[in-house]
């Protein structure tokens, strides 16, 4: 209500676009819809497990990829598993990603699927709308995803990343995955916001509040349904409106003094499609939330996993290291070499690690009319989700899908998969429009360290992946940092 307010009082002075209906994420209200919707349906569900089952739903909240992977092999390519109380619709393998990301994208609405329940912190930001809606909000932020202004970036990414690693030494333990998580914070805070992400001296650190508020979608599924004071979801409610009041400031300082930078949020106040119409403050603060969230989590956990893996492959850190200093020698990486392809090995190596841990791992939605794939019937209305981590792991596409092997991305052999096969930024006109951001992001802070450093798992640590809101280490990922030395015996020097 607050924000239709926000924007009739907005739309006085200049016109803006018409946002999406208000949906209710009440979860009772949720669950009685999805209730009646289900029994409403009179096509059959194509074939799977429909009755409910508790333990099924422990497991796919605990490690869904092994429970994906057994009804892919039983049911096929399309099946159906009931997940707390509804059925769900998987669709798996390169057609499936294919059809639903790509040549059939419009009979499935994210809204109205499980990127709803995001709403009640990220607002009606690109994850949470559809249609001409969604159309014209990325439009207008399509220019700040260009490749030299992603390239820029650097700028406040490599310093970001030197005052990080600033404190590494000899012997240290790290947690790799909090390292990463508040440095990636600080990156988007500054190169997508301008924002200061310690906050002004004495006063609100929007950092923690995003982490404060965000931390709710982490909570086991039953806390979060629940609601009333001192509930996850009270607590999750007022970070956001702490976080929110910060936000607003910031969108009404930079309108009336005009204050402008190369940040995302000075092209979003400016910013206006086709018709002139602009975004209204409430509109703003969803997108600017919504990339907050969409871009710190899924580099952190990228970069994290890219190390563990590495951890376990030293010949593939020689490969990278030897790389690293043919073409580079000892200096920084440019935005440009680093988005251009120069250093290959370190490109196959992260597209190898988003193969087998794609943080975005599924793509839920729901359908809007009833269709056919793989020979099975789809009711509309109904929630069908992608996967990639599934697909990914599909020993027919992916041989050997357990092990990290880099070299299946060397330009040939990707150029060489079956469309769709391989889809850890999604597909079609939805694409990741961060990926650009995310993958420069990723080889800096992969580039910095590997000049100087050499990453040992913590004696006794074993990866247990958990799957919410994204894929990551669960506890954390301990290292243990090792200053490279050079043949010579000299430390690198640390590259300016
Ligand atoms: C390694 C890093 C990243 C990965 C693996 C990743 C992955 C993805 C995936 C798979 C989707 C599609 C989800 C679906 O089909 O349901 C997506 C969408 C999106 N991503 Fe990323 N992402 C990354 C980084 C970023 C960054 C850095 C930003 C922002 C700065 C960002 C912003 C977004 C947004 C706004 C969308 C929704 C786009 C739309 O619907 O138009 N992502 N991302």
Same mark, same amino acid.
């Given at each position: ?5 926000? %924007? ?75 997940? *707390? ?50 159309? %014209? ?63 002004? @001296? ?12 965000l ?6 599924? *039953? ?24 936000? *607003? ?44 969230f969409a871009?710190h989590d899924t580099t952190t956990s ?57 943080p ?55 150029? @060489? ?7 850890? *930024? ?20 992969? @580039? ?21 809101p994204t894929?990551g ?16 015996? %000299? ?6």
């Amino acid at each position: 209500m607050a924000g239709a307010q926000r %924007r009739l009082r907005f739309s006085a002075s200049m016109s803006s676009f018409a946002g999406p209906p208000p949906l209710s994420t009440n979860p009772l209200r949720k669950l009685a819809t999805d209730l009646l919707s289900e029994r409403a349906i009179d096509v059959p569900f194509p074939p799977g497990e429909t009755r409910p089952n508790l333990r099924r739903t422990q497991r796919f909240a605990l490690n869904p990829l092994f429970l994906l992977l057994e009804a892919y092999e039983r049911y096929g390519p399309v099946f159906t598993l009931r997940i *707390f109380h509804a059925n769900s619709v998987f669709m798996l393998g390169p057609d499936a990603n294919h059809y639903m990301a790509v040549s059939h994208a419009a009979n499935f609405s994210w809204r109205e699927g499980h990127m709803g329940d995001l709403i009640p912190f990220l607002g009606d930001g690109l994850l949470t709308i559809d249609g001409d809606f969604h159309r %014209r909000s990325r439009r207008v932020m399509l220019p700040a995803f260009h490749h030299e202004r992603v390239a820029r970036a650097i700028e406040v990414m490599a310093p970001e990343i030197e005052r990080a690693l600033a404190g590494w030494r000899e012997g240290a333990r790290v947690d790799l995955y909090a390292w990463t998580r508040r440095l990636a914070m600080r990156i988007a805070m500054r190169a997508l916001f301008g924002l200061d992400p310690d906050g002004a @001296a004495g006063r609100i650190n929007p950092a923690a509040l995003f982490e404060q508020a965000l931390s709710f979608y982490s909570r086991d599924y *039953f806390l979060q349904v629940l609601r009333g004071p001192r509930t996850p979801y009270a607590q999750m409610q007022a970070a956001r409106a702490e976080l929110d009041g910060v936000l *607003f400031e910031e969108i009404r300082r930079r309108r009336a003094t005009g204050e402008r930078g190369e940040d995302i949020l000075s092209l979003l106040l400016d910013a206006t499609d086709e018709d002139g119409d602009h975004l209204s403050e409430q509109q703003i603060r969803d997108e600017v939330v919504t990339l907050l969230f969409a871009g710190h989590d899924t580099t952190t956990s990228t970069v994290a996993f890219l190390f563990h893996e590495l951890a376990l492959h030293p010949d593939v850190v020689d490969r990278l290291v030897a790389e690293q200093e043919t073409v580079l020698g000892e200096r920084s990486p440019q935005a440009d070499e680093l988005m251009g392809g120069q250093l290959k090995e370190l490109d196959m190596a992260l597209d190898e690690t988003l193969r087998m841990y794609p943080p975005a791992w599924i793509g839920p939605r729901r359908s809007i009319e009833s269709f056919e794939f793989a020979g099975a019937v789809v009711p509309g209305g109904v929630p069908v989700n992608y996967c990639s981590w599934a697909s990914h792991h599909l020993p027919g596409v992916f041989p050997d899908p357990e092990s990290f092997r880099p070299e299946r991305f060397t330009p040939e052999a990707k150029a @060489a998969l079956p469309k769709g096969a391989y889809v850890p *930024f999604g597909g079609g006109s939805r694409i990741c429009i961060g990926m650009r951001f995310g993958q420069l992001e990723v080889k800096v802070i992969a @580039a910095k360290i590997l000049a100087r450093f050499r990453l040992e798992l913590a004696p006794g640590y074993r990866l247990s992946v958990r799957q919410m809101p994204t894929i990551g280490p669960r506890g954390g990922m301990p290292v243990i940092v090792r200053e490279r030395r050079r043949s010579a015996g %000299r430390p690198l020097a640390a590259a300016a």
